[in-house]
């Protein structure tokens, strides 16, 4: 596990500051990355694919998640373990936990399910967590094993457990006892808050499918990282010296704050092909860094926890102690990579929130925040960058077509649930996994 901390800051008058003094803001782009051990062989995986079977998966959708399912089943180790749940109002197992050498003919059962019924979501998850608790008897507990529930669904809970705490507690619940919880929403009608706080509490990732040709590459991502863990348990506690406060996190990882001043964030496992980041920014008051240069005390420490796989299949605890040095010289400071991921951040912010003035009826508010972070990007002297150039001429493109269709009123829910999905994956760090969500041009659809 290596982890990469850049920073740079920039000063402040009262009236830009977040409380009203001068001072400093100090912006930190912590990155944890990861190497999957070298070993002969790997740690069997237990995972459960719960499908939702309900009537409005009619059609295309039924299909998507039958052919995510199917593809996905073939990828998986004759050793690894798996089940399939289909739900509607009525719970069904159509393939009880197993290897997968046993279920010789899944993939083609899987390619038959049909839509029918209401939507008994929490049936449907409980039994894939039953199951995932008899797997533990069928893996073990080697290091870089897991159990994890695979749920796939295109509408919101109206049957069984239909309220979201509730549901986001059960997923909670499930992970204490190692099983986690990803979700994959299909096409424009689930409830996106829903799946995004479920997989968030079960440690798990939030994807959507919006045709059916995108359902393989949600899936081989998803099984790829299961099957590329290098380290579980990440988190990072962030402890601030005083009177240094929080100006905004931009990364959304869960985070706790167990008592004042310090921030507890849960990062979930490290994955060999996917770095974790986290961002965020400081605010100093300018009589406060005179005094922790001198006292030669950090701004605030990072402290990165995990337990990482090493070759030979053992784990290691470690801890890495990152301070946030107080060294404060100068009036601006500019590190390329930071102001990237804050530009990006922010526009990605603003995407999420022209969403809901969209969904709220307030269209021309949605336009209006898409053309100003179009005409921050274009004028940051990185739009010029040749190292960043072609990522910013491409997201000021996508902001304009974006003003644009709030304008004329074609932004539909299927254009949400996709910007809504690309924000997720930009503060998660999964912004490559945009080729995963690729859309058509109009000529092609």
């Known amino acids: 596990m290596d982890t990469v901390l850049q920073i740079d800051h920039h000063a402040v008058d009262g009236e830009q500051s977040p409380n009203g003094q001068p001072g400093i803001v100090v912006r930190a782009l912590l990155s944890v990355r990861g190497t999957a051990p070298e070993r ?61 050498s046993r279920h010789r003919q899944l993939a083609a059962t899987l390619l038959q399910l049909d839509a029918r019924g209401s939507t008994n979501l929490s049936g449907g998850w409980l039994r894939g967590r039953e199951h995932m608790q008899q797997a533990q008897g069928l893996i073990g507990s080697l290091p870089g094993s897991s159990r994890r529930i695979l749920l796939l669904t295109d509408g919101h809970a109206n049957m069984g457990i239909i309220d979201p705490s509730t549901l986001v507690e059960l997923a909670r619940t499930a992970r204490s006892m190692g099983i986690s919880t990803t979700t994959v929403g299909i096409g424009d009608g689930y409830d996106d808050a829903l799946l995004r706080a479920m ?3 079960g440690g798990g990732n939030a994807w959507y499918i919006e045709r059916p040709d995108q359902s393989q590459d949600v899936l081989a991502e998803e099984l790829g990282n299961l099957l590329s863990v290098c380290a579980q348990g990440v988190t990072v506690r962030l402890a601030l010296a005083a009177a240094v406060s929080v100006v905004v996190v931009h990364s959304d990882w869960p985070c706790a704050t167990p008592e004042p001043g310090v921030f507890h964030f849960d990062l979930g496992d490290l994955y060999a092909a996917e770095p974790k980041p986290l961002l965020f920014e400081l605010f100093v008051p300018s009589e406060r860094i005179a005094l922790l240069a001198t006292e030669g005390a950090p701004i605030a420490t990072a402290t990165v926890r995990a337990d990482v796989l090493v070759s030979g299949g053992r784990v290691e605890h470690r801890v890495v102690h990152l301070p946030i040095a107080s060294t404060l010289e100068g009036q601006h400071r500019l590190e390329p990579d930071v102001e990237s991921a804050v530009l990006l951040a922010r526009a990605a912010k603003a995407r999420e929130e022209a969403v809901q003035r969209q969904r709220n009826g307030e269209a021309h508010i949605a336009e209006s925040l898409m053309r100003e972070q179009s005409a921050v990007l274009a004028s940051s002297p990185l739009f010029a960058h040749p190292e960043f150039a072609e990522q910013f001429e491409a997201s000021v493109s996508d902001l304009t077509g974006l003003a644009e269709k709030y304008q004329r009123g074609t932004f539909d829910e299927l254009d949400a649930k996709y910007q809504m999905q690309r924000t997720y994956n930009q503060r998660r760090g999964k912004h490559k996994y945009d080729e995963q969500l690729r859309r058509k041009p109009p000529e092609e659809t």
């Not at 002969?40 to 039958?66: C, K, L, N, Q, Y």
């Open 40 to 100: 002969s062989t790997r740690a069997p995986i237990a995972v459960s694919f719960v499908i939702d079977r309900s009537g409005s998966m009619a059609g295309d959708r039924i299909e998507s998640a039958r052919m995510a399912a199917a593809r996905a089943v073939e990828r998986l180790h004759p050793d690894d373990v798996l089940s399939v749940v289909v739900f509607d109002d009525i719970i069904e197992a159509v393939a009880g936990p197993d290897r997968r």
């Open 199 to 201: 997989a968030d509490a």
